[in-house]
Structure formats: structure tokens, C-alpha cells
């Protein structure tokens, strides 16, 4: 039988990443007050928080290949929700860098751990659910920013949100830990496990995802930017292209894996990578508001489900060093999604925001010609 406790514990702990993230976001401008940080020092200390996360992804592969990936995501996800409040009690800038790189160190360990369950699970049904997790994740997301913006709008301390959101957490991820997939007992008399080698098929999966996620890093970043500033809209207007792609990219993950089990996962990505190179393509050449953001939700549509299938063939390379795979093509992705936003910005200083637009364009389209190679079943012999 499939374990569906451990899918709905899987659900859970991405669905609560994504809370425990969002909370810290949307408290953001406040925290930033509160330390008396300004924007360039900001942008610093968010380096700071990805550098910790990545230090974190690295150490979770190893862990994860030597106890299993169930007692990893559920001490990491107990630390982070513990450090959350970090932030919100921090009164300067050391403070505020020294509290995020903890938080980032554990939401590193978690995103590794979370998506090597979700390989455990996903093996043991025998077909494609990866993506469904990434929604929740998103899910969580759009909970937090709900809940975060009526607590700011009531006037709460951002202590005693961020503490509440902290007990929760902890509570959730503890009540969790029973239910996900075990590691397998370790077989007796077996050899020595040496470091796992890098291989043509890892270096090209994290590639891929480094070249995606940095689209959707520009997104994340870029996607209000283009439309105040190159199409002349208002802030409010502009705030609907983030939202469209936001919208579109969790309502796909949710029904991505129907069309991944029916088309499998090279075919998927090849076309819904070239998706995504079109929205974005249409978006740098919108003459009006209305058509960029109906280019940026198709660009969100192309997106949504294909990380996910690289982060599912990397924990299944070579099944006793899943986590190390995963935790290396999680990790080259990660630099992707930083780099991306920080990329476009240097390239406005040469060209215009829309041509700089070409670079994310590109990875769609090296993601759908070499999605074949990347996503193929077995390392050749």
C-alpha cells in the first residue's frame, strides 16, 4: 500500500516551510525598522541568509544518506520554527545578520530534507506527485502572507507573531515526525560508503535548475519592476504581474503530476520549458499592462512544474546517495533563484530591463532541449 500518511505529513512539512518563510516576509519591512537597517544593508543580510541555507543544503545530503531523511526534516523543521522569532527580537544590524544565518542555515537543511521524503514517497507510489508538494510549499506561502497582513493590520507585535507562528510550528512539525518514510535498515557487512561521485547527469540536472529557478527568481523580483518602469503602470497594476505568476505556478503544481504520469517527465519539461521561454518572450515584448500580465501567468505556467522533476530524478540517481544528489542539484538550483534577480540588475546598467530579459529566456529554452538528456531513466552503462 501506498503510505498516505507519510504524502499528507509530506504535504504538511512543505505546506510549513512555506508558513514559517512567509511570516518572516511579510514582517519584513517592520524588522527593518526595528533594526534600523537600510536597503543596500538589507540586501547584504539577505546574501548572508541564502550563503547560510546553501552551507545548510550541504550538510543535509550527508545526513540524509546516513539516518534517512524522516529524522532530518523533523529536528530541522523544530529549529527553524524555534529561531523564527530571531528576527523580530533583533535591535541592530549584527543582531538581525547573526539571527538570519540560523534561520537560513535550518530552512536549508529543511528544503532538502522535505524534497528527499518527497522522493521516498513519490518511489513508493510508483508516479509522478512531486510537484504537488512545490504547491504546497506556495500554499503555505499565500497562508502566511494572509494571516502575517492581518496581524500587521490589527497592530500586533511583530514578537508575538512570530513567536506564536514559532509555537505552531513547532508543534506541527513534531506531531509530523511519526508519520514520514523511515530510512532503511542498514544492510550488514556492506562496504564502506565512499563520497558520492559528481556525474554528467547530476551537473546537467542542477544546471537546468539553476537556469529555471533563476527565471523564477526574476519573477519573484522583476515581474512589478517591468511593468511600473518599462510600461509605465501604476504600483497597484504592476503588483498584478507578481500575483498572476504567483496564481497560475501553485494552481499547476497541483494537477502538474496528472500531465507528468501521462506524458512523462522529459516530455513535460521540454514543453513547458519552451512555455515558459514564450510568456516571458511576451512579456518583454507587451506594448500594455494587459498582455504583460497575462504573459507573466503563462510564463508561472511554463515554470511550475518542472523543478520539481529535476529534484525527483536527482534523489533517484543512485538510491543510496539520494540525499547527496538531491542535496547538490537543490543546492546549484538555489544559487540560481539568488543569482537570478541580482543578474538582470547588472544588466540594466548596459541594456534595457526587457532585453536583459533574454538571459532567463535562454535557461527556459536550454531546459526544454535538454530536458530529454536530464530526466532520462537510468545513467547509461
Known amino acids: 500500500m501506498p503510505p498516505t500518511r507519510a504524502r499528507l505529513a509530506t504535504f504538511a512539512v512543505f505546506a510549513l516551510n512555506g508558513f514559517l518563510l512567509g511570516m518572516w516576509i511579510v514582517n519584513i519591512p517592520t524588522i527593518k525598522d526595528r533594526t534600523g537597517v537600510d536597503q543596500a544593508g538589507l540586501g547584504l543580510i539577505l546574501l548572508v541568509l541564502g550563503a547560510a541555507a546553501w552551507v545548510g543544503m550541504q550538510l543535509a545530503g550527508r545526513a540524509i544518506d546516513r539516518w534517512g531523511s524522516r529524522p532530518v526534516v523533523t529536528v530541522a523543521a523544530s529549529a527553524l520554527a524555534l529561531t523564527l522569532p530571531g528576527p523580530a527580537f533583533a535591535t541592530s544590524g549584527l543582531q538581525l545578520v547573526l539571527v538570519l544565518a540560523v534561520v537560513g542555515f535550518f530552512n536549508g537543511i529543511v528544503d532538502v530534507a522535505q524534497n528527499a521524503q518527497a522522493v521516498v514517497v513519490e518511489r513508493a507510489y510508483g508516479r509522478p506527485i512531486m510537484a504537488a508538494f512545490h504547491a504546497f510549499f506556495s500554499l503555505g506561502g499565500l497562508l502566511a502572507s494572509v494571516l502575517g ?14 513567536s506564536v507562528a514559532a509555537v505552531v510550528g ?34 546537467l540536472l542542477g544546471l537546468l535548475a539553476f537556469a529555471l529557478l533563476l527565471g523564477e527568481g526574476v519573477a519573484y523580483d522583476w515581474s512589478t519592476v517591468h511593468l511600473r518602469d518599462s510600461l509605465g503602470s501604476s504600483e497597484t497594476v504592476a503588483a498584478f504581474a507578481y500575483g498572476a505568476f504567483s496564481i497560475t505556478m501553485t494552481i499547476v503544481r497541483l494537477f502538474a503530476d496528472r500531465v507528468v504520469a501521462a506524458w512523462g517527465p522529459a516530455v513535460y519539461v521540454g514543453r513547458a520549458a519552451l512555455l515558459g521561454a514564450a510568456g516571458l518572450l511576451g512579456a518583454a515584448l507587451a506594448p500594455n499592462a494587459a498582455i504583460a500580465i497575462a504573459a507573466w501567468a503563462v510564463f508561472g505556467i511554463g515554470l511550475a512544474g518542472c523543478v520539481p522533476q529535476f529534484f525527483s530524478a536527482a534523489g533517484n540517481v543512485d538510491e543510496s546517495a539520494s540525499g547527496t544528489y538531491l542535496a547538490r542539484v537543490t543546492s546549484m538550483g538555489y544559487l540560481g533563484l539568488l543569482a537570478g534577480p541580482s543578474v538582470i540588475g547588472l544588466l540594466t546598467h548596459w541594456v534595457s530591463l526587457t532585453t536583459a530579459f533574454a538571459v532567463p529566456i535562454a535557461g527556459c529554452l536550454a531546459a526544454g532541449l535538454l530536458a530529454p538528456s536530464a530526466l532520462r531513466a537510468k545513467e547509461p552503462a
Do not use: H, K, M
Not at 184 to 197: C, I, L
Open 149 to 162: 497582513g492581518g496581524l500587521i493590520a490589527l497592530d500586533v507585535d511583530v514578537r508575538v507573531s512570530l
Open 170 to 203: 513547532l508543534l506541527v512539525a513534531i506531531s509530523l515526525r511519526t508519520s514520514f518514510v523511515a530510512a532503511p535498515a542498514p544492510v550488514e557487512d556492506a562496504e564502506p560508503r565512499v563520497r558520492a561521485p559528481w556525474t554528467s547527469r547530476v551537473l
